[in-house]
């Protein structure tokens, strides 16, 4: 990137010097008609988004511990941060002079300080006074762009008590609030946070706080690719057995990127705009071709729903404000925006593609986070570059194979063919191992034509963060591809093998992934008595995906590999005969071969079985071993 374009880009992201905080970046002169029709997108989706909240918003004041909060469809309690829509309820107020958006910001602030506004300034995640607190950044954030762009509509006593509440709070993160605290999207939030509230209330120390932090993120972006990491917990931030750090997708590109840029931004931070540009360009590869993200190998995929991260605020900011840089930026904003609207019904936004055809209910958490990003676009949108969708995402022109040094994570493309092999080993190291997308497993099989094939699933479905996960609805059958064995009723499977290896070549229009993979419990232990090594290639070619999976082993147990097929529950599926089937989508057929019988999983007298991660509906087939010229294999073909 050349100099002069920071140059550019600072000029025209100059804050203005008479008003704090008057705007991130220096006016534009116009807006071409695409651009507008992402402006009507984002402003009729920020509608129906505040709506739907306000259509699920309790008001009942005998009851002050559900008074004001927004209820949610899925879950048994109150989300802590519904307050967090005070932001978008007061945009909403201020276009629209619609009183009941100032109504529903006071009532959601009304909640907040009766049930989880702590004494130290603090708001917590539950109403428990015990629980985490990190999260009064993001309120803290919401609350100050409502009142600095919109804190006119408010009547004096009403604004003058949020601003004090606002310093409370920024108290709090002042004081507690350190690089290494603990996940990186904590303080890497409060870069811009403390910045946005040092302006908003002339704190000073606010502000210089926030530069610090913004010193000391530079050097948490990967040597080889400048990922970010750090989404690990303190205890388990030292390097994996690979040498790899802690990253995350979900929470990169949808909290702390953005929070970075705009921080960036605003204080023509030169070499963190530049770091931030080369990790972008990176995170922007796996942007999937239809503005899904990739995230099935991150080390907190728990809560990947392929638009983004179920509990994260959306990556529309960090991408539409340096589209000027590179005009894929702006392509992913519109992108992902529009797979959110497909995502929405009834006014909220559902947790994955297919939770509305498998009528799973949608979690509030995503639609009054999801809502602010939308909200400060279009407080900036006079000035912000032009964002359209002209330009082309990496991974849908991509052809060969990109080898991620920094995760071990290969991504493939040839013809509409794209697909992602992990051998990732960081773990997230909470309560359980959950495993990613890894042990060479296929991460991800897209197709432009038909859209997403495969998509890998936590091999265990756990509630690592169980107040901001949904239940799983039905039997829990991961969607990972794999190989599998039970014996002595221990599940064994290459997902659970970390120290796996994949080596890939690109030759005669072919590409080949080859993956070293043994099975393994949870517990790491390779099974015994039965074929323990196997070797699965990954063959890409214009024409189709083949998997070959074999091993020199005797098999004694019965030894299958699952392939999860993607595929709603209106799709009809025909059985060719015993080793063929066709699953016909809109936009095309699917074929699947394969030398062995294909089956399918027992799914409790169901079609398709339902993950909620990335919240998809899936035929889980199976094809098991079979002697064939004294070696045992199993060939699969996806056309």
């Known amino acids: 990137m050349k100099r002069r374009n920071f140059i550019q880009l600072t000029t025209l992201a100059g804050v203005g010097l008479s008003l704090p905080m008057s705007g991130l970046l220096h006016s534009c002169t116009s807006h071409p008609e695409h651009s507008l029709e992402f402006k009507n997108l984002i402003t009729g989706l920020l509608k129906d988004w505040s709506d739907g909240m306000l259509k699920v918003q309790i008001n009942d004041p005998s009851n002050l511990e559900v008074h004001g909060a927004l209820g949610c469809p899925s879950c048994s309690h109150i989300h802590g941060r519904c307050m967090d829509a005070v932001y978008p309820f007061l945009y909403m107020a201020d276009k629209t002079g619609d009183e009941k958006y100032i109504e529903g910001a006071k009532l959601v602030m009304t909640w907040a300080e009766n049930n989880v506004s702590q004494e130290n300034g603090a708001w917590t995640v539950i109403k428990n006074p015990k629980s985490w607190k990190g999260i009064t950044i993001f309120g803290a954030i919401a609350l100050a762009e409502a009142l600095h762009y919109h804190g006119h509509v408010l009547d004096e006593e009403t604004r003058k008590t949020w601003t004090n509440r606002l310093e409370k709070a920024g108290q709090y993160i002042y004081d507690t609030f350190t690089i290494d605290f603990t996940n990186i999207n904590y303080p890497g939030t409060a870069v811009y946070g403390l910045n946005l509230i040092g302006n908003v209330l002339n704190r000073d120390d606010f502000k210089a706080k926030s530069k610090k932090l913004a010193s000391e993120i530079k050097v948490y972006f990967t040597k080889n690719e400048g990922l970010l990491f750090g989404e690990c917990k303190k205890s388990s931030s030292k390097l994996s057995d690979k040498g790899l750090h802690g990253v995350d997708l979900g929470y990169n590109v949808e909290e702390t990127l953005n929070s970075l840029v705009m921080y960036a931004i605003k204080e023509k931070d030169e070499e963190l705009l530049q770091i931030l540009t080369k990790s972008l360009n990176s995170h922007l590869e796996f942007m999937l071709p239809d503005g899904g993200w990739d995230n099935s190998w991150g080390n907190r995929m728990y809560k990947w729903t392929y638009w983004g991260s179920r509990t994260c605020d959306g990556s529309q900011p960090a991408f539409g404000m340096m589209a000027n840089i590179n005009p894929a930026f702006g392509t992913a904003a519109v992108k992902n925006t529009e797979l959110l609207k497909r995502c929405t019904a009834d006014g909220l936004i559902h947790g994955g593609p297919g939770f509305i055809e498998a009528g799973i209910p949608p979690c509030v958490h995503h639609t009054f986070t999801h809502a602010k990003p939308l909200a400060a676009l279009l407080d900036h949108w006079d000035h912000l570059p032009k964002i359209n969708a002209n330009a082309h995402l990496p991974r849908t022109t991509a052809d060969g194979v990109k080898h991620f040094k920094d995760l071990d994570v290969f991504l493939f493309a040839r013809g509409d063919w794209r697909g992602t092999i992990s051998a990732y080993d960081a773990e997230y190291h909470y309560k359980y191992d959950f495993r990613q997308a890894s042990g060479g497993a296929l991460g991800v099989l897209y197709n432009n034509k038909v859209g ?135 936009e095309g057929l699917v074929t699947i071969k394969a030398n062995v019988p294909i089956k399918t999983k027992e799914i409790s007298g169901k079609k398709r079985t339902f993950n909620m991660v990335p919240g998809v509906e899936a035929i889980p087939f199976e094809m098991f071993f079979q002697k064939d010229n004294n070696e045992l294999k199993i060939t699969i073909t996806v056309s």
């Open 452 to 586: 997403l094939l495969c998509a890998a699933s936590m091999a265990e479905y756990h509630l690592v963060e169980k107040n901001n996960q949904q239940v799983q609805p039905n039997k829990d059958i991961c969607l990972t591809p794999r190989v599998e064995v039970f014996k002595d009723n221990v599940w064994y499977t290459n997902l659970y093998d970390l120290p796996a290896t994949v080596t890939s070549k690109d030759e005669n229009r072919t590409i080949e992934l080859l993956a070293d993979v043994k099975l393994k419990n949870v517990d790491r232990e390779e099974v015994s008595g039965t074929a323990s090594e196997f070797d699965i290639t990954y063959n890409c070619t214009t024409d189709q995906t083949e998997i070959k999976v074999n091993t020199k082993q005797n098999i004694t147990e019965k030894t299958a590999f699952v392939l999860p097929i993607v595929s709603p529950s209106n799709e009809e599926v025909t059985n060719i005969n015993e080793n063929e089937i066709t699953i016909q989508k809109p």
